[in-house]
């Protein structure tokens, strides 16, 4: 098992799908190694690419506007990273076989992090992570617990933008995550 530095120097470097051809920057993660609660989005998008860190466009300013309404940043509280950690070209889903390539890192940061709590950002981190039938409409903001770590789901930032109608179901699970936080690990909100 290698450390965290090993861990982002082997991940920096992978080639072990295509999509190491058309990558600008790895996406490795942002935030502190010992964060209570990690959000994983799918895979890095254009400004992602080019900055080399994760949500970092409109829609992760949506994002960290909205959870700062809960007392999260990625500075001080949470850990952010994706499913994959490479641009899928045009921004399309990331393949299966692209995924499975890849998630052995976000496995090595989970074990390294041991977040308690982890919400995943839109569906294919929920169906990748919750389970494979996982339907974001119906179960956004539902909890499942496995081995002490609470799971759940909320719209993706980009679904959001796309339809803002979606985020008074939003708000609702964010402030049901603040509970959960400070039901499980109040000690984010020193
Ligand atoms: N969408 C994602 O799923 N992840 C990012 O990092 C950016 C956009």
């Not at 939003?170 to 000690?187: H, Q, V």
Request: aromatic share 8%; net charge neutral; with cysteine.
């Amino acid at each position: 098992m290698p450390n965290w530095e090993e861990l982002e120097r082997l991940c920096l470097g992978c080639q072990k799908c295509a999509l190491a051809d058309t990558r600008t920057n790895v996406v490795f993660g942002k935030g502190p190694r010992d964060a209570r609660v990690m959000f994983i989005g799918e895979g890095p998008g254009e400004n992602e690419d080019l900055q080399g860190e994760p949500f970092v466009g409109r829609g992760g300013q949506l994002l960290d506007e909205m959870l700062s309404l809960i007392g999260l940043s990625r500075e001080k509280n949470f850990y952010i990273t994706n499913i994959v950690k490479c641009r899928p070209p045009k921004n399309r889903d990331p393949l299966n076989t692209e995924q499975d390539a890849c998630i052995g890192y976000l496995w090595e940061q989970l074990e390294l992090i041991r977040p308690r709590i982890i919400v995943c950002l839109g569906r294919i981190a929920a169906i990748r992570l919750i389970k494979p039938e996982f339907k974001i409409t119906r179960e956004h903001g539902q909890w499942t617990e496995l081995d002490g770590v609470f799971y759940t789901a909320i719209y993706h930032p980009a679904a959001l933008l796309r339809d803002p109608t979606k985020k008074p179901d939003t708000f609702a699970d964010l402030r049901a995550i603040r509970a959960k936080i400070r039901e499980i690990c109040p000690e984010v909100y020193g």
